[in-house]
Nanobody, 124 residues
C-alpha cells in the first residue's frame, strides 16, 4: 500500500506560480509511475502530467505544456508539479496518483493509489 499526501495548493493570481508536492509513505515511489490529475467543479477528472519511474520521461496535456513541469525525487519519495504562468482555467482540485508499469500514462485507470487532493485557485 502507498499513501499519498498532496500539499502546496492555494490561491494565486493570474500569471502566478505554485509548486505542488506529493509525499508518499508505505512503499518506495521508485516502483511507480506518478501522475497528476485535476478536477474542476462540474467537470470530470482530467490528466495533467505524468513521469516514468526513473524520472527520465515526462508527459503532459496540451493545455499545460510549456507552463507546468512534473518532476520527482525518489530519494525523498516525493513528486512535484511546478505550475507557472497560471490561468483561471487551471482552478481545480489537484490529485497525485501512483501506478504500475502497464497502461497509458494518460488515463486514471492506470493508477492504483490516489491522494486526497489539494485545492488550487487562480484569480483573474
Amino acid at each position: 500500500q502507498v499513501q499519498l499526501v498532496e500539499s502546496g495548493g492555494g490561491l494565486v493570481q493570474d500569471g502566478g506560480s505554485l509548486r505542488l508536492s506529493c509525499a508518499a509513505s508505505g512503499r518506495s515511489l521508485s516502483s511507480y509511475v506518478m501522475g497528476w490529475f485535476r478536477q474542476a467543479p462540474g467537470k470530470e477528472r482530467e490528466f495533467v502530467a505524468a513521469i516514468d519511474r526513473g524520472g527520465h520521461s515526462a508527459y503532459s496535456t496540451d493545455s499545460v505544456k510549456g507552463r507546468f513541469t512534473i518532476s520527482r525525487d525518489n530519494a525523498k519519495n516525493t513528486v512535484y508539479l511546478q505550475m507557472n504562468s497560471m490561468k483561471p482555467e487551471d482552478t481545480a482540485v489537484y490529485y497525485c496518483a501512483a501506478g504500475g508499469p502497464a497502461g497509458s500514462y494518460y488515463t486514471s485507470r492506470r493508477y492504483d493509489y490516489w491522494g486526497q487532493g489539494t485545492q488550487v485557485t487562480v484569480s483573474s
